[in-house]
């Protein structure tokens, strides 16, 4: 079975998708969304093969949805949009998958087609995250989960980033949040621009450093503005001075 | 046809004359002229016997000399009398003004300089009495004029004539590229291609309620392919398009939108410009319901207060950030100010959870 989260703000438009795709046999429709931050939380809360994302939604545009994905597990991801000249140009040079509405059966079919090759074929899914990200600004919002829910913040809040195994603890001065990505692919989505890496399983704002202090070794210890301390590991050392110089 | 009003159409900088061409024709046909001039001269020199042929080349040679001189001295001013070509009595006049100084001026120099090189070559230079040399050039100049002011005006019409050829061609082209963006931006990819889509997902449910929208999107399509901008219409057909357009989308935005209709019966027929209130209302929709995931109450109002005017749409909700920067406002902002000065005004505000973009203009009434 392909399971299939569908995420789409209009109702005539949704019920046309779900009852379409529900012809499908080999299609089983696990949620159904009518913006954009209930279907990040149905991807986060299903784990769907394919999901079919609306680009304009309210709260969160489908791009932006797809954008906060973890490259790696993504589902794969088809854009559904009346008009938008410049994604679809995207769409198109990186061979990500997309309707355009209105949409006709066989159009819908063919997608469906290619849907079960690529699943079947193990393609990579990540080339609509990197897409969507490149198209929206995810450097400055980040997705997470608070409590049932999930919750954009604003990236200039986070004071530092820890691995631990596949989640990420999200440090910012209020609290911490546990999020479900690599730590290499939630820096991918955020940019170099902000975060520095000091170590295999740490990475730091670097607006947030407010010394460094020399330990044995060659390592250094990196006090943070709100007196927080954190290793800096030799190896990142020389990437991160030549950053504040 | 839509069309934006001629104000706002930049004008693209008439591209420079080209006359070269033009020109160049010019003057070779001055130089061949007086190069006829003075083989006409050697030639009638020779038949009377003549030997020293340097004699017609310095009679002629002179007289080249002394036209060039205003001849050259037309052309730099010429642009000046290029208003005039459409009366062409009133050009020559303006010209032939000038044709006793050319006299005064030709005839002394000429001459000067005939006597002169006689006189470095130790001859003198024989010709008719004073008074005969004046009435006899003046008549000269006056046919020779006579025949350069009409080469002239030709030349000068015909090239007046490839300018304005020239600024009609890119005058039409901007007022179709005007009228291309103004289609374009009225026809709202978005909206159409979503209000179709809305149609096919109700063809498969209720065939009579696709219909219907169907011939209300063809209604709000051929209504805005008619409309001509600068058209003004009666406020209750403007309504009417509002009618159309919040019909369909209140088919889209099922259950996310409310619409509240607040009208003025004294003010039905009011004069209005057509598309007024159009882009306000699609605002509404775009800044108020779309990015909404809870139900959003839009109202329109008109009321009539004797001799103004007052036209509302509000929603509830907040001003986008970068609200009044979009295009619907500026144009609406730029109809009102060509079709009514400072006495029509278009103000945005929000007050306690409700965005109002209110236009207050004088009340007209609307002849068909």
Redesign the interface.
């Known amino acids: 079975m392909i399971r299939v989260v569908i995420a789409e ?5 949704r ?2 998708l779900e ?1 379409w795709l529900s012809g499908y046999p080999d299609l089983e429709i696990v949620a159904a969304a ?2 954009g ?1 209930s279907a990040a939380q149905a991807i986060e809360a299903h784990e769907p093969d394919v999901a079919f994302l609306d680009i ?1 939604m ?2 969160l545009s489908g791009l932006e949805v797809a954008a906060q994905l973890e490259q790696d597990r993504a589902p794969l991801v088809v854009f559904v949009t ?2 938008d000249e410049h994604a679809v140009k995207a769409f198109d040079l990186n061979a990500v998958d997309y309707l ?3 949409y ?1 059966k066989d159009r819908l079919s063919k997608t469906v087609h290619r849907i079960r090759e690529r699943i079947e074929g193990g393609a990579p899914r990540g080339s609509a995250v990197q897409v969507a990200r490149a198209r929206t600004n995810t450097t400055e919002r980040l997705l997470v989960p608070v409590g049932e829910t999930l919750q954009l913040i604003d990236v200039a809040t986070i004071e530092w980033l820890e691995a631990d195994d596949n989640y990420v603890h999200v440090h910012t001065a209020a609290r911490q949040y546990l999020v479900r990505r690599t730590l290499q692919d939630l820096l991918a989505q955020l940019g170099e621009q902000r975060f520095a890496r000091i170590h295999r399983s740490t990475a730091v704002n670097v607006a947030e450093i407010q010394s460094l202090i020399p330990l044995f070794k060659g390592d250094y210890e990196v006090v943070l503005r709100r007196g927080g301390k954190l290793r800096l590991s030799r190896r990142f050392k020389d990437a991160l001075f030549a950053r504040m110089r | 046809m839509a069309v934006r009003p001629l104000s706002a159409i930049t004008l693209p900088t008439p591209a420079p004359d080209e006359p070269l061409a033009g020109q160049r024709a010019l003057y070779i046909l001055w130089a061949l002229f007086w190069a006829l001039m003075i083989v006409v001269s050697v030639q009638d020199h020779v038949h009377a016997g003549g030997s020293r042929l340097w004699e017609p080349f310095l009679w002629e040679g002179a007289s080249a000399i002394g036209a060039t001189f205003w001849f050259l001295l037309q052309r730099r001013v010429a642009h000046r009398y290029d208003a005039d070509l459409g009366e062409p009595l009133r050009w020559f006049a303006r010209h032939l003004k000038w044709l006793p100084l050319v006299i005064a001026t030709f005839v002394p120099a000429v001459y000067g300089a005939r006597h002169a090189v006689y006189g470095l070559v130790g001859e003198r230079y024989v010709h008719e009495p004073w008074p005969f040399v004046a009435v006899y050039e003046s008549i000269k100049l006056l046919l020779f004029a006579g025949l350069w002011l009409g080469i002239l005006f030709a030349f000068s019409s015909f090239a007046e004539w490839r300018r304005g050829q020239r600024r009609l061609a890119s005058l039409e082209r901007s007022l179709a590229e005007a009228q291309l963006a103004q289609l374009k931006a009225q026809l709202r ?2 909206f ?3 209000a ?7 063809m ?2 209720d065939v009579d309620r696709a219909d219907r929208l169907l011939a209300r999107l063809s209604g709000l399509l051929r209504a805005t392919l008619q409309t001509d901008e600068r058209d003004r219409v009666a406020l209750k057909d403007e309504l009417q398009l509002l009618e159309l357009y919040t019909q369909i989308m209140e ?5 996310r939108v409310t619409i509240e209709w607040d009208l003025d019966p004294d003010a039905a027929d009011a004069s209005v410009p057509a598309l007024l209130l159009q882009p306000l209302l699609e605002n509404a929709f775009k800044h108020g319901v ?4 809870t139900p959003v109450r839009i109202s329109i109002r008109s009321e009539r207060r004797d001799r103004e005017l007052d036209l509302t749409v509000s929603n509830s909700g907040a001003l986008p950030p970068a609200a009044g920067t979009g295009l619907g406002l500026r144009n609406c902002q730029e109809r009102l100010a060509l079709m009514y000065g400072a006495v029509a005004r278009l103000m945005l505000s929000e007050a306690s959870g409700v965005v109002m973009a209110r236009v207050t203009l004088p009340y007209e009434e609307h002849r068909a």
């Open positions: 703000d209009e109702a005539p438009a019920d046309k009852r009518a913006d931050l304009q309210p709260g009346a008009f355009l509405k209105p006709d | 990819p978005h159409l291609f979503n179709l889509n809305t149609i096919s997902a109700l498969h449910t088919e889209r935005f099922a259950g779309e990015p909404s995931t």
